[in-house]
Structures are given as structure tokens and as C-alpha cells.
């Protein structure tokens, strides 16, 4: 079945930096454009960013543009989110997106920014 699994969340102070991960499996990642969403507390879920299938196309939020890059590997089934010059503003549960099927959801991963 598909599964997506999110990990790289954490706790940063202001200004920081992290990486999230996707690892994906149970249908074929590189036929399907993916994405990052995230919900914060009391807020519906966002999208964050997206990345076409060949990985040469992406989109973002505008609240993340210049400071979030999505990228892809397709040899690993694997989607990624490089987060940089972290704000409060940005915690949230961080979620991956494959749209197979009805959709699938991954268990979403915390990120906080906090000093």
C-alpha cells in the first residue's frame, strides 16, 4: 500500500535551518507530482510547496518563496524540504502529498521554531 513517512522536524531557534524528508513507497513516486503541506495550531492545513514530476517545475507559497526549496529524487523515492531563515510563523505539523489515488497523507512530522 502507499506510504509516505515524513522525519527532519525538530525544534530551531529563529533565523535556522531544517530538513525534512519524505520516503515514499507502495506506487511509482516518479510518475506523480508531490508536495508539502503543514498545519499550524487552530489554522487549516497550507500548501507549502509543490514539485513536478521530472522535478524541473516547482511552486511555493508565497510566505516560503526565498526561503523554502523543494527538491526530488527519484532513484530513492524520496521528496524533500530544505527550510532556511526560520519564523515563529513557521511551526506547524509538516505533511508530505502524493496525489495516488483518493490522495495519501503522510503521519506529518513538527517542526517548532521557538527561542
Known amino acids: 500500500q502507499v506510504q509516505l513517512v515524513e522525519s527532519g522536524g525538530g525544534l530551531v531557534q529563529p533565523g535556522g535551518s531544517l530538513s525534512l524528508s519524505c520516503a515514499t513507497s507502495?506506487?511509482?513516486?516518479?510518475?506523480?507530482?508531490m508536495s508539502w503541506h503543514r498545519q499550524a495550531p487552530g489554522k487549516e492545513r497550507e500548501v507549502v510547496a509543490r514539485i513536478e514530476i521530472a522535478g524541473s517545475s516547482t511552486t511555493y507559497a508565497d510566505s516560503m518563496k526565498g526561503r523554502f526549496t523543494i527538491s526530488r529524487d527519484n532513484g530513492k523515492n524520496t521528496v524533500r524540504l530544505q527550510m532556511n531563515s526560520l519564523k515563529p510563523e513557521d511551526t506547524a505539523v509538516y505533511y508530505c502529498?502524493?496525489?495516488?489515488?483518493?490522495?495519501?497523507w503522510g503521519q506529518g512530522t513538527q517542526v517548532t521554531v521557538s527561542s
Open positions: 507502495g506506487f511509482t513516486f516518479s510518475r506523480y507530482a
Open positions: 502529498y502524493a496525489p495516488v489515488g483518493f490522495g495519501s
